[in-house]
């Protein structure tokens, strides 16, 4: 039969004292699965639940129908985690709808962190009221509610527990490490991010989940939710992008291929390729900037808007009269390519 499902994880996780989801680690999640690796899992746990949670002897028994159906990887997996006591999860998404629990949530960032699915090429809506806001700690995923007994019992046994970041979103390194990348600081990457191959961020760089780069790119600055970078495209130190989510509304912005946004600058609209933004200028949809000929002289005057997505343009300040101005860009940008060999 034909089943025509969206996406597959093979997760352990860990809960909360009530049973509850804080987080589902999918060492090799499946997109678009096959039919076949789909009826391996009905077969092994039946149909109906999105999120199924085996115990042991389900465990063996999904290995046994991965291994008849070819995959023996999923097989050697699932033997792995029958001897495992930590909470389990198959997670099964027959179609793209908006994530409904914390498995299905953690499943679609992987997706992306994986880059199995790009930004913008899943349905995320909702995903904030799914997501628990938990404490990282050097042990691990932590409710809220009980930080403070993990705390209190780790001073009695002479021990620090140490609490590196409470949010909804873990970094991303402590779930995939994609190839060919370079991070500086992981925790500045969240999960949900797409790094394409060759992507270096650095110290300041920072990514956040939807949002990522096609590679190769050198990211000092700030990737918003929702913005994608084109290959060969490079944020300056300080550089900022304005998300969907805050500032920026219903407007993807995303920046071309091959073009600079300079250190401390910042864009509120889509860049096509091979465009620069002079250092420290930051652009908004509503801008004024004046239009510059090719003979030099001012031509009139657009918002930023009107100017979103097209390639070629050089955005800069006058450094006489403060105006805004865009002209042609001449040149694209070069990254060096011996920075970008990860």
Known sequence: MSNNYFSIGFGIGTKNKKGEWLEVFYPSPVAYPTDALVNACITALGKGKAAFEPDNMQCLAL??????AGYGEHANLWRQLAQSTQPKV????????????VPEAYLKLQLLSHRLIRPHGQNLAGIFGVLPNVAWTSEGAIDINELAARQLQARIEGRVLDVLAVDKFPKMLNYVAPSGVRVADGSRIRLGAYLGEGTTVMHEGFVNFN???????MIEGRISAGVFVGKGSDLGGGSSTMGTLSGGGNIVISVGEESLIGANAGIGIPLGDRCKVESGLYITAGSVITVIDNEGKANGKVKARELAGKSDLLFRRNSTTGALEVLTNKSAVELNAALHRN
Request: hydrophobic fraction near 30%.
């Open 63 to 68: 290995a046994s129908e991965l291994d008849k």
């Open 211 to 217: 949002a990522g780069t096609e590679g190769p790119n």
């Open 90 to 101: 198959v997670c099964l998404l027959e179609t793209d709808s908006q994530p409904a629990n």
